[in-house]
């Protein structure tokens, strides 16, 4: 019967089985995990496809002997390989560096608690977003998270101060010297002003929204930042995160909402002794 030779067959291999294969299986599981979560959440997707079809097309010609179109293309191919390693320098050095990080990342104290620097400092930005929706000014905030933004950005000015949100509210008064640009908030200061942002080339971003909402959206694709963005026109506020941008926040949501996302950002390299809800977090931030 079949069946009992494939029985057979399966012990056999069962026999064989070694706990090293196993090891194997979830390393290579980890990594094709880790690969497909890198070209989702990049702009690796769409050039992806991409090379994807130059392969198939690559090995159709080599099917049908296009002897002159294979010859080019697979030599278009070997070159395209080493210009992705330099077009997607920035985001490659990022996932190493994701590599190498063990501890309980940057939000989080040596007691495993967030920091209560950083919850500060997430109150001042809610308050100071809060007052410049209702003013109807302009903002621009992006909270650096994991990864280091310096090679994203460009012309900030250094102000390393405290972040607190009158200082905020003043950096965007209309016609004053640092109001154009973004705030960079930097181990929970203000450190620098008027940055320069990438702007998402994201076809899909809706028509009304200007170039404001598009830097924060594009600095929050290159990287795992905070964006929030407040509009002069509509005075109302929004946070990009990964690409995606919210809006219709509040003082209370909004801290709430960041909280909630450099959480999740330290979680997702961290044992669960980093978990805390979201609820306890805010308690103990109106507590402190
Ligand atoms: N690449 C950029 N990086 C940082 N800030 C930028 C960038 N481009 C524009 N800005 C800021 O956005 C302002 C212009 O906003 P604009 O009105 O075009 O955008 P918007 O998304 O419609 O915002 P709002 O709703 O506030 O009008 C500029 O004055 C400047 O401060």
Redesign the pocket.
């Known amino acids: 019967m079949w069946w009992e030779n494939f029985y057979h067959a399966a012990l056999n291999q069962l026999a064989l089985f070694r706990i090293t294969d196993v090891i194997d299986i979830l390393a290579v599981s980890y990594l094709v995990y880790k690969a497909l979560k890198f070209i989702r959440e990049t702009r690796t997707m769409r050039l992806l496809k991409g090379v994807v079809l130059l392969i198939v097309i690559t090995q159709l010609s080599y099917f049908f002997q296009l002897n002159t179109l294979y010859y080019i293309l697979s030599n278009v191919l070997q070159l395209g390989l080493i210009a992705l390693l330099i077009v997607f320098q920035p985001e490659l050095r990022r996932v190493l560096e994701h590599v190498g990080r063990t501890s309980m990342g940057k939000w989080f104290n040596s007691k495993g608690e967030f920091d209560a620097e950083a919850m500060q400092m997430i109150r001042e930005v809610s308050k100071g977003a809060q007052a410049m929706a209702n003013s109807h000014t ?1 903002a ?1 905030i992006v909270i650096e998270n994991e990864d280091n933004i310096d090679t994203l950005i460009s012309s900030g000015i250094k102000v390393h101060a405290e972040t607190t949100s009158e200082l905020l509210e003043n950096i965007f008064v209309p016609n004053t010297p640092l109001h ?3 705030v960079v908030i930097r181990d929970n200061k203000v450190e620098l002003a008027t ?3 990438p ?1 998402s080339q994201n076809p899909n971003i809706r028509q009304e ?7 924060g959206i594009g600095i929050s694709e290159e990287s795992d930042a905070v964006v929030i963005i407040v ?4 005075g109302k506020i929004s946070i990009a995160y990964k690409g995606v941008l919210d809006t219709g926040y509040h003082e209370d949501s909004l801290r709430d909402r960041i909280i909630e996302l450099l959480n999740s950002s330290g979680l997702t390299q961290n044992t669960s002794e980093g978990k805390f809800s979201l609820k306890n977090l805010t308690k103990r931030g109106k507590e402190e």
Do not use: I, N, P
Not at 209 to 215: D, P
Not at 231 to 234: I, K, L, R, V
């Open positions: 302009g621009l154009d640009g973004a940055c320069v942002l702007l929204l200007g170039t404001r909402h598009r830097a509009s002069e026109e509509t």
